[in-house]
């Protein structure tokens, strides 16, 4: 029996709707089912809900005196329902299935058929991706705690060992896996593949001793990483890496690369040069940032026909300094806060074309931050006494501090005009440099102001989201693979993020809401999901998924 309602249309166009008990019988002659009607109620706004008050709580006494409680809507007791445990499942749900859609797992499996390896590696390399996704750890809180939380099945029975041996895999193929999902993630989003942005950064190593000898592993022969080098993180006197990106506009990584902790970004730029070009991405546009810029880059980076957008070390370049911010012309306006104007020198093969871009919200920034620490500035200078010659030394070894300093015959500091000068003359200023005749004032200046995605990039991660940090492998092949496997992730989450529009963190808070609970009902151990509402199913729909099944498992 149920609860049945109808309704008729008045002529008004109100509707009036009844309510009736009804059952489903089969017709004994015809052969159909037909709804036969117990009790009518009425109209529903006419109900007398306290009489169907004491009628449901009139069922539920005789039930109890029977040694049932309360039931579900499909008959079960729920006396009879043991909740044994829950597990996370949205965010996996979606790795999981973006994992797929990526082609992630189709070439990893590819790589372990053609070396013939039956070990589990793309399900160990599918965890650990997923952790990073959702709650990033070292690979041993992934074995002894993540795994246990969330419901990734293949995954569960999974040994230590056996997600290090899969990250040995990723760390000889990880290139080739990088390309191929690239490639996949083109022609799923239609993404835009004419502008390349390079850059790199650092990653430190919680120990005192830098790597010194190569590591020989499966016959291969692995450059020691961990190398003290120039921090990107203020943190020079600690062994690092140096991890290189190339993104989209849209910052999907196109590939990554990991050098010793030393390398300086410009000798970085013939293998990156290289290995773009193996992947024939068609007319390419190098954008890169002021550390790549030497005349050396600049020849390699134009061989081939290569085009190219840089950064210029304003404070390094005298060309730039003496000619280029004062050449003469007007800015066009490229934004409401960026202008721009081009600035050609030379001729013929000497012929250097420059952009001059002056972005006037970062100028504001500059000019109230300088103000403030002149006046700091000012307080420190009035507190130094004659015989104080260490307060003297600090104020000129100081990073904040020096570049306004000048000091006179008596080596005591004071305030240098000219210097406060030149520097009011360079706020939010940065000069360009490119080889492409073809591109407009506009073009140029906007293209490098696309360098912001792959700085977010580097954001997600070092400090959001994917944590980077902190490694705590210590082989090479492992470091490689550690890194590795955080752009898969990376990839997974631009994916997720051009198909919804909404960025990760409000994602990953919609998705936790998503749980698997497993109980046990009628001597059956059953594993259902949670109800999925509207908000989350429209998420599944943008990222092109189905929503998981409502009953995942029966035993």
């Avoid at 109209?43 to 029977?66: G, M, T």
């Avoid at 597990?87 to 992630?104: D, M, R």
């Avoid at 989003?189 to 830098?210: M, P, Q, R, S």
């Avoid at 500035?377 to 130094?384: M, R, T």
Wanted: glycine residues 6%; charged residues 30%.
């Amino acid at each position: 029996m149920y609860l049945r309602t109808t309704q008729r249309r008045n002529k008004d166009g109100s509707v009036v709707r009844y309510l009736a008990l009804a059952e489903n019988v089969r017709h004994p002659e015809k052969g159909y089912v037909e709804a036969k009607v117990v009790h009518s109620f009425g109209r529903a706004d006419q109900l007398d809900r306290a009489a169907l008050e004491r009628l449901v709580a009139s069922i539920q006494r005789v039930l109890a005196d029977a040694g049932s409680g309360p039931v579900t809507r499909d008959g079960t007791s729920l006396d009879r329902i043991a909740i044994k445990a829950s597990f996370e499942l949205g965010v996996v749900h979606v790795a999981k299935a973006l994992w797929a859609k990526l082609g992630i797992g189709e070439v990893i499996q590819e790589r372990l058929d053609e070396k013939q390896l039956q070990a589990p590696h793309a399900a160990a390399l599918l965890a650990m991706v997923a952790q990073r996704l959702d709650r990033p750890g070292s690979k041993l809180a992934c074995h002894e705690r993540w795994l246990d939380r969330v419901w990734l099945p293949e995954a569960r029975d999974l040994g230590l060992h056996q997600l290090y041996r899969a990250l040995d895999v990723l760390a000889l193929h990880g290139d080739a896996v990088e390309q191929a999902v690239f490639w996949r993630a083109v022609d799923l989003f239609k993404l835009d593949v004419d502008l390349v942005f390079y850059d790199g950064t650092t990653a430190w190593f919680e120990c005192d001793e830098e790597d010194v000898a190569s590591q020989e592993w499966r016959g291969l022969t692995f450059e020691p990483l961990r190398k003290r080098g120039h921090s990107k993180e203020g943190r020079d006197n600690d062994p690092q890496v140096v991890i290189a990106l190339a993104v989209t506009r849209d910052g999907v990584p196109v590939r990554s690369w990991v050098f010793p902790g030393n390398t300086p970004d410009v000798t970085t730029v013939q293998r990156i040069k290289d290995d773009l070009r193996t992947m024939r991405l068609g007319r390419v546009l190098f954008v890169g940032d002021a550390g790549l810029y030497s005349r050396a880059n600049l020849d390699q980076l134009a061989k081939g026909a290569g085009r190219y957008i840089l950064a210029t070390p304003i404070g390094r370049v005298k060309e730039i300094r003496e000619e280029v911010l004062s050449h003469p012309g007007r800015y066009a306006d490229i934004t409401p806060t960026l202008r721009a104007k081009e600035v050609v020198l030379g001729e013929g093969e000497r012929r250097r074309r420059y952009i001059l871009c002056l972005n006037e919200e970062e100028a504001d920034k500059q000019r109230w931050h300088r103000a403030d620490l002149l006046k700091i500035l000012e307080v420190e200078l009035a507190s130094l006494s004659e015989d104080h010659p260490k307060a003297a030394c600090r104020l000129m070894a100081s990073r904040r501090f020096a570049p306004y300093l000048s000091q006179d015959d008596h080596g005591r500091p004071y305030l240098d005009k000219a210097k406060i000068r030149r520097a009011e003359q360079l706020d939010g200023k940065f000069v360009l440099t490119t080889n492409d005749d073809t591109l407009s004032v506009a073009d140029i200046a906007l293209g490098y102001k696309g360098m912001w995605i792959i700085e977010s990039c580097f954001r997600k991660m070092k400090t959001t989201g994917l944590e980077v940090r902190p490694m705590f492998h210590w082989m090479p092949q492992r470091i490689t693979a550690h890194i590795k496997l955080c752009v898969l992730a990376l990839m997974i989450q631009r994916a997720a993020e051009i198909a919804t529009g909404l960025p990760w963190r409000q994602l990953v808070s919609l998705l936790e809401r998503l749980k698997a609970v497993r109980y046990t009902s009628e001597g059956k151990t059953i594993l259902q999901a949670t109800t999925i509402q509207p908000e989350l199913a429209e998420i599944f729909k943008k990222l092109g998924i189905s929503a998981p099944k409502t009953i995942l498992a029966v035993g």
